[in-house]
């Protein structure tokens, strides 16, 4: 069975740093896609970042480009999200998400299999 486990939330002020962190179980990812979402209050899911296991190729939504960075450890079975420059913008439940087949990375109906999440709040 596949879990998908996040940690790394907190708070965090305003142009600080946060680290999240998705351990992966239950088979083998090398072929899956995984991906970050968040959805803050009052308002829709929305695609953060993504990574193919695999070849390591990355995907980001234009308003976290430069400031965040997605990226695995083969051994460890996990996938990182290292948020820097955070903005109140930022505050959201963070999602952890894998799929073993995607068409568009930002799509979450995609992903086939979802973590419980993570709260990241920043402070002005």
């Known amino acids: 069975q596949v879990q998908l486990v996040e940690s790394g939330g907190g708070l965090v002020q305003a142009g600080g740093s946060l680290r999240l962190s998705c351990a992966a179980s239950?088979?083998?990812?090398?072929?899956?896609?995984m991906g970050w979402f968040r959805q803050a209050p009052g308002k829709e899911r929305e695609f953060v970042a993504a990574i193919r296991w695999s070849y390591g190729s990355t995907y980001y939504t234009d308003s976290v480009k430069g400031r965040f960075t997605i990226s695995r450890d083969n051994a460890k079975n996990t996938v990182y999200l290292q948020m820097n420059s955070l903005k109140p913008e930022d505050t959201a439940v963070y999602y952890c998400?894998?799929?073993?087949?995607?068409?568009?990375?930002?799509?979450?109906?995609?992903?086939?299999?979802w973590g419980q999440g993570t709260q990241v709040t920043v402070s002005s």
């Open positions: 998400a894998a799929s073993y087949s995607v068409y568009d990375v930002v799509h979450g109906y995609e992903y086939h299999y």
């Open positions: 239950g088979r083998t990812f090398s072929s899956y896609i």
